[in-house]
């Protein structure tokens, strides 16, 4: 492989023997309620489906309620069919559940690994964008909102990993983005496939119901924010602050570039090309989340810099060009390049990165280990009977009674 391509250094490769993964979920909905139907869900899932599948899977879901709005809601400010709010409200729910049943999946196959987590979590990122594009799309709130509504969506995501690279343990609140955030926009898309998106335009001025909403979220992940800040400033035994803070350059930078680029093309690309702006910024930001991600999984440095903010820097210096009256390259024609080289870097990342992982800790990405025939009855036996003493571990975590429910 070429030493271009590695993007875990040997330092990150070798940190993997010590890797376990350390979470708490505090979630209201999810211990109360959408457990019970996660592990419900799992009692049939077969021994030999790899959790990889189940996580893709998920992320077809939210790519299909994408393109739902896409085709149907192109200015997101128009109304859909109602059977579209419909059909993004089940497939939420089943990303949803995807989401958590692809974990129990490989805790019931011992098959927890770091490429696990690293899939999962990249997925993630890149829903971001989709998230931000069709709760818009629904609200009809335009696109200067939804890109206001992504970047709302950015910076809780990194925070939470940033404190996560800091503390070793990712803590999700009582009410948090993955589980109550999305049982919002579920109840909101069945809300409005009744009642019609005329609900979310109601309002005096510039502000409607659906702005207001998006306020109101607004600023409960900023405070969330504020709590990833507080809980990493107060980490005992961990680097200066200062150094801490570094680690925010990428997204800070990322932050920069976009809104200045935004800000110069209002007029032309974000209007006029909604979708592809904002899931071009969506990708790039999943590329950067997806890095981060890595090196804190593999307990790597992290650079505070990545070339891929060169032909960003590009682009934004060509839309400053026209906004001056010098038409250079069409910002149209820049964006799909930006597209474009977004798409490929993500790809070559996710190839490469899957490609060491599954080199070094030997194991393949869509299929596990699992026997045939009259092996099969022996193999869960022999899972269920480590799980009930114990032995059978995610890391350093044992196993819970919850757990050992599940097969």
Not at 76 to 83: D, M, Q, S, V, Y
Not at 128 to 150: D, E, H, K, N, Q
Not at 214 to 234: E, G, M, P, Y
Not at 320 to 333: D, H
Request: charged share 15%; hydrophobic share 45%; with cysteine.
């Amino acid at each position: 492989m070429s030493q271009y391509f590695k993007y875990v250094t040997e330092k990150g490769i070798a940190n993997l023997s010590n890797y376990h993964y350390s979470g708490v979920d505090n979630s209201f909905c999810g211990n109360k309620f959408l457990k019970h139907w996660w592990n419900y869900c799992v009692e049939f899932t077969p021994l030999w489906l790899a959790p990889n599948v189940i996580t893709s899977v998920g992320l077809l879901c939210n790519i299909g309620m994408f393109l739902i709005m896409y085709f149907k809601c192109s200015t997101l400010t128009e109304a859909a069919p109602r059977w579209c709010y419909f059909a993004v409200a089940f497939l939420i729910f089943a990303y949803q559940t995807l989401d958590n049943v692809d974990g129990k999946q490989a805790r019931k196959t011992k098959s927890s690994s770091p490429l696990g987590e690293l899939f999962d979590h990249v997925c993630d990122a890149l829903s971001v964008s989709m998230f931000a594009l069709v709760m818009s799309a629904t609200l009809r709130i335009g696109p200067y909102w939804a890109f206001f509504t992504l970047i709302v969506g950015v910076w809780p995501f990194y925070l939470a990993h940033w404190e996560e690279y800091h503390a070793g343990i990712l803590v999700m609140g009582e009410f948090n983005g993955p589980t109550e955030a999305q049982v919002l926009f579920i109840i909101i898309e069945i809300i409005t496939g009744i009642f019609g998106s005329e609900i979310w335009t109601w309002g005096n001025g510039e502000i409607t119901v659906g702005i207001g909403l998006t306020i109101i979220v607004s600023v409960t992940a900023s405070v969330t924010c504020l709590q990833n800040f507080n809980n990493t400033w107060k980490l005992e035994n961990r680097i200066p602050f200062s150094k801490c803070l570094l680690q925010l350059l990428p997204i800070v930078t990322f932050t920069a570039l976009i809104v200045t680029w935004a800000s110069v093309s209002r007029n032309t690309l974000l209007k006029d090309e909604p979708y592809l702006f904002i899931m071009t910024i969506g990708i790039l930001f999943g590329y950067i989340q997806s890095r981060y991600i890595t090196q804190r999984v593999c307990h790597d440095d992290c650079p505070y810099t990545y070339p891929i903010f060169i032909p960003m820097v590009a682009v934004l210096l060509n839309s400053i060009i026209a906004s001056s009256g010098t038409i250079f390259i069409k910002e149209t024609t820049a964006l799909w390049f930006l597209f474009a080289v977004a798409c490929i870097q993500f790809l070559l990342f996710a190839y490469f990165t899957t490609q060491q992982l599954c080199e070094h800790l030997k194991i393949k990405v869509f299929t596990i280990p699992y026997p045939s025939g009259a092996n099969q009855q022996e193999y869960s036996s022999m899972l269920i009977s480590q799980m009930e003493e114990g032995e059978s571990k995610l890391g350093e975590d044992q196993i819970s009674q919850s757990d050992i429910e599940e097969i």
